[in-house]
């Protein structure tokens, strides 16, 4: 759980879209990755004052709550953990749905914005933990994910998608969704904006060979009540609902398609065929870009650059 170059650009971000961090609370303790080049560069691009820390022994974590405080406004860095092992300020266990009562009932609804910085994706009951996150933050306040996406196995119990974000964070279930993007941890350079499923009418996948993670910013509009699971996009759209049978499908396949198809399964090259276009996939993907047009460059820097 913490804070990288990308986070720290989200919540800059953020900062020029007016969002709040007056009132700030970390989903874990959040700790600081970030080397004192990229911190010296983001001060100078941001016209921000020297950063002053507590003094710390070699090799201690360096936490969040002086960069949440000078540079982005807070009065009050709290954060909650499942054990007191990093002094979080709220002990809850993010599987378990968030108190009424006591201090911790206390604090529903009362964030301006709430950092999932690398945590849900530790959680095993993630509907649970993603509902604790929005009980936390006021109506008008915002919630920020910064989660693993894809080359990233084994680093928590989940990978996720943008389909779940796109879906969580609608209109109708009483959010806002300001951004999703993709950020690849050998790029610092480039975000990648990321088309919405149900816009461009059809799944919206990912295959590289660099390890991403996804970078998401909602506003809470109305406290949500009850709700309904979301449905991915594609089986929410009335093709879907109302869609042709599956004869007609195979009958929408191009006839060429289907006649070296069954040239292939004749020759009993099909196998063959699959696995060379798999490899060629990969090495397609072995490249920094994102494919057009489901993925938009967004060169970071030339974003925060403060207005001449």
Known sequence: MGIDIHNLNLLAHARDLNVSFERTIGIGRQAVFIEDWEFEEHRRLRGLPPLHEPMRTAGAP??????MQQWLGAATVDSVDASAYEQATL???MNRTWPQDGASGE??????????F???EHVFDFPTAWRNCVDLCRVGGHVLHALPANNLSGHGFYQFSPELFFNLYQPSRGFELRGLWFAMKADRRYWWAVADPMQVRRRVNLCN???TYMLVLARKLREPGSMPPPQQSDYAQDEWV????AEQAVEATPVVRRRLGAVLVRLGLIDAARAWRERRRVLRASGVDLPKPDYRRIEVQQLLQPPR
């Open 209 to 211: 060979a660099h390890e």
């Open 107 to 116: 604090a529903r609804g009362t964030y301006d914005a709430v950092l999932d």
């Open 62 to 67: 360096r936490y969040f709550e002086p960069l």
């Open 91 to 93: 002990i809850h266990d």
């Open 118 to 120: 690398g945590c849900l």
């Open 242 to 245: 109302h869609g042709p049978s």
